[in-house]
């Protein structure tokens, strides 16, 4: 196994640091206190081709392989989750399921436009009683001769009010279960499509989450991905690919909270010596440093088994459970270590404690992600 960075991946990396620090850096204090999303700075990384990163080139994509892709998810949420998952939502939730599972006619219809980040990805399954159990959806899509018949609400959808492009799944038949869902390509402005409430959220308060309503929403007929009943099939791979995402975002965050942790103890005097000759703290980071990077190599081996067509499910789902609690673990020891100042908006660490939290959360809770580890332990 290769434990470096190739050439590609270190310019890549330096790159985005530069970016990070210069686009994205100075405006997150805005960003997050009055959720702003960052239209031009995520307009400047579809430039840089991030929004279509581990796609093809004969479809407009970069050609990128998936290390590469968390590592650059990675860098950019030591500084910005909210960019972290904006990035990971689009190519992982919409434009990968049309790439795996869409006709030729429908990737050459959206695939351009999605990977050059001219149009903008969506992904829809949470409802209101549909969250961990998918079966309890209760938007119903209708064969209604020559379209489909869309009807019900998705909720908590990263970048629902901003998306041009949509992944929905839908009940087809009731009956059925998991196995009654159907999964539909959506495009802003369809007939009976519209936006509800954005959520008044806790973290990544720059990547917005909205309320999605479907009324008498007309779909066309070749709007349908994959089969019939096969969209939960459609999700759960999605989900699969995702949480290498959110594991990348989540390590992002504790990293990023690590190095201003470094970079405060060292400068920080109390009883006449910097925080950073403290053994007692300096041991903390060290343990906190222990468990970031034993995290970072659960992500990347579980990119590379992706990468190399192994089975990942498991290990996708291993890393964002570690991952995540890393990121909550380090980001509450960055705040700790910062005293008062932690608790105040003047210092990053603040907003990066808040930005962790959903990474435990969203794309499969913690919970979530050990039933999915046990089921493959046990089977």
């Known amino acids: 196994m290769e434990f470096s960075y190739s050439e590609t991946q270190q310019m ?8 990070s620090e210069k686009e994205i850096a100075p405006y997150c204090e805005e960003w997050d206190e009055n959720a702003v999303y960052p239209a031009e700075s995520i ?3 579809a430039d840089l081709g991030l929004m279509g990163m581990p796609f093809p080139s004969e479809y407009g994509g970069a050609g990128l392989d998936y290390v590469t892709y968390v590592m650059a ?11 972290g998952v904006i990035v990971q939502t689009h190519n992982a939730l919409c434009c990968w399921p049309i790439f795996t599972y869409g006709t030729e006619e429908q990737k050459r219809k959206y695939l351009p436009k999605l ?11 949470t409802e209101p009683s549909a969250g961990t159990d998918a079966a309890m959806q209760k938007t119903r899509a209708e064969d209604n001769g020559d379209h489909w018949l869309l009807n019900g609400t998705k909720i908590f959808i990263s ?6 492009v949509l992944v929905i799944m839908a009940m087809t038949d009731k009956s059925q279960g998991v196995k009654g869902i159907s999964s539909f390509i959506l495009e802003k402005g369809m007939p009976g499509f519209r936006v509800g409430k954005k959520e008044n959220k806790m973290g990544i308060r720059a990547s917005h989450a909205a309320e999605l309503i479907f009324d ?3 779909i066309p007929k070749e709007n ?3 089969e019939v009943g096969k969209g939960f099939k459609v999700a759960m791979t999605s989900l699969d690919v995702g949480r290498l995402g959110i594991a990348a975002q989540a390590l992002g965050i504790a990293q990023g909270a690590f190095d201003q942790t470094v970079a405060y103890m060292k400068q920080r005097e109390q009883f006449g010596r910097t925080l950073d000759k403290f053994q007692a ?6 343990s906190m440093k222990a468990r970031i990077d034993g995290a970072r190599f659960l992500l990347y081996h579980a990119a590379w088994r992706k990468e190399q067509g192994l089975p990942f499910t498991a290990e996708a789902a291993a890393a964002k459970l570690t991952c995540s609690e890393t990121a909550m673990y380090v980001t509450t020891k960055a705040v700790q270590f910062h005293g008062g100042y932690g608790y105040i908006k003047d210092f990053p660490v603040e907003r990066m404690m808040r930005d962790a939290k959903i990474t435990e959360i969203y794309e499969g809770t913690s919970e979530v992600m050990k039933m999915v580890m046990a089921g493959e332990i046990f089977k």
């Open 159 to 164: 970048g629902g009010d901003i998306a041009d």
């Open 43 to 45: 307009s400047k990384l």
């Open 12 to 19: 890549l990396k330096k790159m985005l640091k530069d970016f």
């Open 115 to 125: 990977l050059s980040g001219k149009h903008l990805g969506a992904f829809g399954l």
């Open 73 to 83: 998810i990675e860098e950019l949420s030591k500084v910005s989750g909210s960019h």
């Open 281 to 286: 703290l300096a041991f903390e980071m060290a």
């Open 224 to 226: 349908l991905l994959g």
């Open 216 to 218: 008498n929403c007309r």
